[in-house]
């Protein structure tokens, strides 16, 4: 993350919270990061490139994928979830 951050002159931690979507960037913000990413606003907002670059990934790939977006909150009750799944998967 370092290297995008220098290169778009913003705070290393606000990066990081825009990734996690904890914070919402201005425009002129996402115009620096995307200026630093060397991409466009559409590849910014083209969340089907995503699903298509992640198609071939490994199953936990795929799950880390979609919740590295989520909250902490979020993460723990999906992750509470999955034991419970499998919890009564093992119980049969």
């Known amino acids: 993350m370092s290297w995008r951050t220098n290169k778009s002159e913003l705070n290393t931690t606000f990066v990081g919270q825009v990734e996690r ?4 960037p ?3 913000t996402l115009q620096r990061i995307v200026n630093a990413l060397e991409i466009t606003f559409e590849d910014l907002f083209s969340f089907e490139k ?3 670059k992640h198609r071939d990934s490994t199953i936990i790939e795929k799950i880390c ?3 590295k ?3 902490c909150d979020e993460q723990t009750i999906i992750y509470n979830f999955i034991k419970q799944i499998l919890k009564f ?3 049969k």
Do not use: S
């Open 50 to 52: 995503d699903i298509i």
């Open 26 to 28: 201005m425009i002129d």
């Open 21 to 24: 979507w904890v914070k919402k």
């Open 65 to 67: 994928f979609e919740l």
């Open 69 to 71: 977006v989520r909250t």
């Open 89 to 91: 998967k093992d119980i």
